[in-house]
């Protein structure tokens, strides 16, 4: 045995058992091997963002003898298989002391790497990126791609079926736009893969995780902490941390507007006239629209469009004025029959296709140019767009949409491959926004929001939203499914998480009820941002402005949201500074209750507040379970000292409760009388 | 190169081709391997028949290097990979003179093999049994496992989703009772595999098949011919031959009805007095029946019930004088709570679990013990129950049910895993039928009639029936996909083959229309043998006697197949002789038209029939393809030279062509007045 900053090796039955600070991490014997090489052939087809991937494997190969050589910086291991195939694995530890292992296939053609990680039958996994399904990852796999999330997302659904006949659109447990190649585990390390190819981590063995890599080398980090707090302080120290969001976030909802500038106005004004808080207008539409056989869509073209939005400019600086931000959209294509795309191409600043000709991807009735971020002429070109047209003209903010689509079959300026690019794809995007606002010192008062991320989107997203929820009560694709989103994200370092009120997917048979969009406006009003969205098919969904009923409802929630400013201001105000998530799992502050671990709706929002949103249709009391502490009931100032209770959960009073010993506690008190 | 009986092996760089008759069978070179050996777990699910199989693949390895060694009878060829993992392939020639592949892996952990065959692109491949998706079988894997058919084999159609949702039950389009490792080439040879292990038969790439072997060694026998009728004979002098049929069957239609001795003479009454020919009536519940929550189900304990058969061995034999045979029902399973079961336990000739303890199947709401046919006694003993219970009642014939659902964690009396012998179980239980007939002296007298199927089955298996088709119109599912279903089987070198008239499975929104049954009944004139079946919802179904439109419509088509009894008997008896299929491809005569390799819903019925039944709702007219030859419509006499032609096709005309020059036209002709 030797030992290097808490890295033992020791040498076992001829293998070797490899532990930091004291928890098994590897295991490795010619019967029970930890390491595979192999070579396949990804088959990976894309259809507007659902994409089929299969492996055609040429090879798996077991690496079962290992042999062990020290290093000055630790260990050298050669993996093989008689005298044909090997592997290496470099063990060591970084500048921060995280564990590092480094592998890497030494035959040419070897192109995939399996490891098995050791593990407990008792452990628990989070993490992986944005998880709409599961939170504990443990008992399936998780193939990591950022993509669409899938409509319906359970095939036992009928929505998921008619979606699959449709464009394979339907997707399943593990499709989400952001997945990450990182891990929590209950024995309290995490373990981040520096990679951006397709990988599979499975989670499904009891005594290891097996995690496969399509490509010849892979790069692990892992650290320890004695706390999931002090973890994740250490895991965003890693992969970085979002600045805290603009003040005019906590002063009310942002309401989802299309169909110009006097339609904005009239619903505002009707909004604020019914007392609800406004802090903002998003208006997708800003830049024109194109009428397709499915209806109205954007147009990719981004720059204020005067026909639609008459004196947007002065009404941007006018509603600022008013506390009230204008907030614009733009994702990374460019419309090919327009002329940003002209512009772009012009440049040589679209990726390309096999022939040297640029790509351009179909949308449903256009095609779009795909600007190059590996490039850098590109990427600052598309910057200064971004700084000229959106940030010049008085945006407070805007949707940076999409990121999960570069077609594999691409080719980039940067000479990678576009297989490994993809999922690196939504952070580059990200970055991009990012430098945006950096470099015009607007970071802190413009806020973008995005759905797609990847490793880095720690720190370059400022806010993440849910993405495209159906309008419906699925635990797969509905309400419920926000929640594990936000708790996965928080468990891989993105603590800032919000969603489309009310939902937006809105297809086939599927309509937005009164009760839903309530529901999700209740559930909103304790999470870090409010925003609405009319849905894809405005005129199916339940809107804001339905009734009197919906706009005080509305109102009061709002006002809610805003009572709560201080308090939700400081958790994003930690989160900035350690990483600790807004949205909590309970374990994070109850590490000795058992149960914590396993529940997958109901969080903390900061330290002091216990959210358990209703997500069924049809309920007016809900069941809840509260870790040992002095709970108030938010509502009806009920107390608590743990355990399940079953409380009245009208509309309008989502089950909420505070800690009694807050130092918010007067706060939260308030809310009774709202 | 040496020559050994038409067998070419050619050392080429650093590998070797070898070819037989002309035909490139296997290439191997470093880069681009034949042969791959590994490890890896069965993870096998079955829920009343349906299977979820997946292989928790350890490894799988390119023996990449090759060494020959010239052998008295052959060639030995040694693969490796580096100096750790080997197998080794016999290349000989059998007693016949067939070419004779034997692997073998060498360790013994490893248990998994993938063999690649040389292919053209241009192949057409048909064959693996009974297959009602797909009849040329290149572009797609063949997953190869006996197991219920699937109900929709679609993942596109609304009956599959649900039938997913609800068993597991939808199946997919290689889903069968009867698969088989055993496909023709356009090439001209046939390949049969003798192995009984789950095999994968993947003919997706251009240059090679790959076939995939779940065991740890393999033997294929591969044999040529100058056509494919001579193929057939060869094919079928390998795997047997049915017997002829019992001369009855070609007296008229075999009615399914099920309620006692006094339902059964009524519908027979009724029938006769409307004129329709019936040969038999079948009755699934002979044996009595068993209340569920799903409904009646036959009671699985097999002799005649008297409570709901009262006087049905007089019957039986009054029938019989009046040239009307009674046709029953048997499985392999006996009902755990009756009788049989408690005899068959008490010899311990039940199959056993992990601690010696009888297998009991849960099959909805009862449990059956497993017959062990591994058990020459138990076997023996079984072959009693069906001379004693159903032969010397009188029957004269039964349906020979099931032989899919052999559970792979199952203890056998021969020490064989379950895993291997689940494959062969269908003709196991044929040969049990068989022999019973055979030993009784009953071979070509009684008929039993089976769904599922192996290798063996050609000779065992006295007739097959298509099972269980929705009672609907779809392509995967319904009266359509019996088609392939037969030729696939024709190809796999089983030439008998009838489907139940009007479909099985009605469940969800199914309800077999008039039209269906119609349409059903016009495609069976022209099959060899007529039976129909009330579906599993009887009441929701159109039945034979639903009205006299339909009665008399049975009494016209039976009189159709009465007619053409000379024609079909001597091609049944064609097919006992040489393998020569009943139901054929058309490029069996036609080998030089390219169409014929194409067409999987038109095929010759006998030498001179051609046959394109109408399987789409609403239709009254038929557009198929003829071959050049001189074709007369039987229902017109309009004659045609080939082609694509568009006919009328009205309710019971079926459209059939007739050779003009054939020995039998003035019997054709006569068609046309009936």
């Not at 699959?164 to 989400?176: L, R």
């Not at 309008?652 to 009388?673: E, I, T």
């Amino acid at each position: 045995m030797r030992t290097l900053q808490n890295i033992h090796l020791t040498r076992i039955d001829h293998g070797f058992s490899l532990t930091y600070e004291n928890r098994l991490i590897l295991r490795h014997t010619p019967d029970a091997p930890c390491l595979w090489a192999g070579a396949g052939v990804a088959d990976i087809e894309m259809f507007r963002g659902n994409f089929s991937i299969k492996d055609r494997l040429d090879e798996k190969i077991a690496l079962t003898h290992a042999t062990v050589s020290d290093q000055p910086d630790g260990w050298a291991i050669r993996f093989t298989r008689g005298d044909a195939v090997s592997a290496t694995l470099d063990v060591s530890a970084d500048d921060k002391g995280r564990l590092t292992l480094t592998l890497r296939n030494d035959a040419a053609r070897h192109n995939r790497l399996w490891l098995r990680l050791a593990a407990n039958p008792e452990d628990h996994i989070y993490g992986c990126g944005e998880q709409f399904s599961y939170f504990d990852l443990r008992g399936k796999p998780f193939p990591l791609w950022t993509s669409e999330q899938g409509v319906g997302r359970n095939k036992q659904s009928h929505v998921t079926w008619l979606a699959d006949c449709k464009e394979n659109a339907g997707g399943d447990y593990y499709w989400t736009f952001f997945p990450q190649p990182t891990f929590v585990s209950t024995q309290k390390y995490y373990c981040h893969v520096d990679n951006s190819c397709y990988m599979n981590f499975d989670f499904s063995a009891p005594d290891y995780h097996e995690l496969a890599f399509w490509e010849d080398n892979a790069t692990l980090r892992i650290e320890c902490a004695p706390t999931y707090i002090i973890l994740l302080e250490k895991l965003t120290a890693l992969l970085g941390r979002q600045p805290a969001l603009p003040d005019w976030v906590y002063d009310g909802v942002t309401l989802g507007i299309q169909g110009g500038t006097e339609v904005c106005q009239q619903k505002l004004d009707v909004m604020r006239q019914g007392g609800v808080k406004v802090n903002g207008i998003w208006a997708q539409d800003w830049s024109g629209i194109r009428m397709t056989s499915f209806g109205k869509r954007v147009m990719w073209n981004w720059k204020w469009n005067s026909e639609r939005y008459p004196q947007l400019d002065t009404r941007i600086a006018q509603w600022k004025r008013e506390g009230v931000q204008f907030l614009s959209y733009i994702n990374p294509y460019v419309a090919s029959d327009r002329d940003l795309c002209e512009a772009a191409a012009r440049r040589g600043y679209l990726t390309k296709d096999a022939q040297g000709q640029d790509y351009h991807v179909e949308f449903g009735e256009f095609y779009a140019g795909v600007i190059d971020l590996t490039n850098p002429e590109a990427y600052d070109w598309y910057k200064e767009v971004i700084k000229k047209n959106l940030i010049e003209l008085g945006c407070g903010g805007w949707m940076a949409d999409f990121g999960e689509y570069l077609p594999t079959d691409t080719h980039l300026h940067n000479g990678v491959s576009a297989e490994i690019m993809h999922n690196a794809w939504p952070a580059l995007w990200a970055k991009c926004n990012y430098e945006a606002l950096q470099e015009t010192g607007k970071l802190g008062e413009i806020l973008f929001f995005m759905r797609a991320g990847y490793t880095g989107s720690q720190k370059y997203s400022t806010m993440m939203w849910a993405g495209d929820q159906n309008v419906d009560w699925s635990l797969d694709d509905g309400l419920a499914s926000v929640i594990p989103a936000a708790l996965s994200l928080a468990m891989s370092g993105h603590g800032l998480h919000h969603s489309d009120i009310g939902g937006y997917t809105t297809l086939f048979e599927m309509k937005r009820s009164k009760e839903l969009l309530l529901r999700w406006c209740d559930f909103s009003a304790f999470t870090p941002m409010m925003r609405t969205h009319e849905g894809n098919r405005p005129g199916d969904n339940w809107q804001f402005d339905a009734d009197r009923e919906t706009i005080a409802h509305f109102a009061r929630m709002t006002t809610i949201f805003t009572t709560l400013k201080p308090y939700i201001k400081q958790a994003v105000e930690q989160n900035a500074r350690t990483g600790l998530p807004v949205m909590r799992p309970l374990f994070l502050h109850y590490e000795h209750e058992a149960r914590a671990y396993t529940l997958k709706y109901q969080y903390l929002f900061g330290r002091d507040l216990l959210v358990a949103p209703v997500y069924e249709e049809g309920r007016r009391d809900w069941t809840l379970w509260l870790p040992e502490d002095n709970w108030v009931n938010v509502w009806t100032g009920e107390t608590c000292a743990g355990g399940e209770v079953t409380v009245e959960a009208p509309l309008g009073k989502p089950p909420v409760f505070y800690r009694a010993h807050s130092d918010w506690a007067s706060l939260f008190s308030s809310l009774r009388h709202i």
